[in-house]
């Protein structure tokens, strides 16, 4: 079958061995099967494979970590039983490097800052509240962002994650009062026509769950007007 036949266009492919697939997520793509009952990221990429390299029965594809279906951005998918066991313990040990970039359209008072707070999943509103380090449940979140590119009333920032939390960048600029464009569930203004947010995974690094190997990536962001003037004036600092 042609590649532009396939399930998956081998554009948005970052890397593939024989134990790893990368691939820049789309905003509104689901990673994984929901109750939605959408189609997910996971089975397209299963069939992808099946495709690309002829193979009978069923393709195994594991996810070790997950990104939001309103963010884009790099998504590691395992290959392998042994790749998926190893690169979810890096995942879950934060043995690895996360650089997202976020839009806001609050004016920011600093340009760089570190942001600490302790963060609670309230499960059946699916969202996260700052709240004091003393509550039940409250758990510590930390990263660092940096303003990168500017046009007009919009600001890029460029945020660095030292703990994963649940919605950690959402909630933490939004309690800044810097909530992220298109955003509704954390406070901007108004959602975006296709439902995403802008936010979205740059760069990712970690060891190859195999051969050790220190791996580095980079995902363009989105084909989107406010993301393409922000990207071309990032490219010019």
């Given at each position: 079958m042609?590649?532009?036949?396939r399930?998956?266009?081998?554009?948005?492919?970052?890397?593939?061995?024989?134990?790893?697939?990368?691939?820049?997520?789309?905003?509104?793509?689901?990673?994984?099967?929901?109750?939605?009952?959408?189609?997910?990221?996971?089975?397209?990429?299963?069939?992808?494979?099946?495709?690309?390299h002829?193979?009978?029965?069923?393709?195994?594809?594991?996810l070790?970590?997950?990104?939001?279906?309103?963010t884009?951005?790099?998504?590691?998918?395992a290959?392998?039983?042994?790749?998926?066991?190893?690169?979810?313990e890096?995942?879950?040990?934060?043995?690895?490097?996360?650089v997202?970039?976020?839009?806001?359209?609050?004016?920011?008072?600093?340009?760089?800052a570190v942001?600490e707070?302790?963060?609670r999943k309230n499960?059946?509103?699916?969202?996260?509240?700052v709240?004091?380090?003393?509550?039940?449940?409250?758990?510590?979140?930390?990263?660092?962002?940096?303003?990168?590119?500017?046009?007009?009333?919009?600001?890029?920032?460029?945020?660095?994650?030292e703990?994963?939390?649940?919605h950690q960048?959402?909630?933490?600029?939004?309690?800044?009062?810097?909530?992220?464009?298109?955003d509704?569930?954390?406070?901007?203004?108004?959602?975006?026509?296709?439902?995403?947010?802008?936010?979205?995974?740059?760069?990712?690094?970690f060891?190859?769950p195999?051969?050790?190997?220190?791996?580095?990536?980079?995902?363009k962001?989105?084909?989107?007007?406010?993301?393409?003037?922000?990207?071309?004036?990032?490219?010019?600092?």
């Open positions: 042609s590649a532009t036949k399930a998956f266009p081998e554009s948005r492919v970052l890397y593939e061995d024989n134990h790893l697939l990368v691939v820049n997520k789309l905003p509104g793509e689901l990673v994984q099967g929901d109750k939605t009952g959408d189609k997910s990221l996971l089975d397209v990429l299963k069939q992808y494979l099946k495709e690309k002829n193979k009978p029965g069923n393709v195994f594809l594991g070790p970590h997950r990104l939001d279906r309103p884009s951005g790099i998504v590691v998918f290959k392998t039983s042994k790749a998926l066991s190893r690169l979810s890096q995942f879950k040990n934060r043995a690895n490097k996360k997202y970039w976020a839009v806001v359209n609050k004016p920011i008072r600093l340009k760089q942001l707070d302790h963060l499960e059946h509103q699916n969202k996260s509240y709240v004091k380090s003393s509550e039940p449940g409250a758990k510590k979140a930390k990263l660092s962002y940096e303003v990168v590119a500017e046009i007009d009333r919009y600001f890029m920032l460029e945020v660095l994650l703990t994963g939390r649940h960048i959402r909630t933490q600029l939004a309690r800044r009062d810097m909530p992220i464009k298109g509704l569930k954390y406070g901007y203004s108004r959602s975006n026509q296709d439902a995403s947010i802008h936010l979205h995974a740059r760069y990712l690094e060891e190859h195999v051969t050790k190997e220190l791996k580095k990536f980079k995902a962001a989105p084909r989107e007007k406010v993301w393409t003037l922000l990207s071309e004036a990032y490219s010019k600092t």
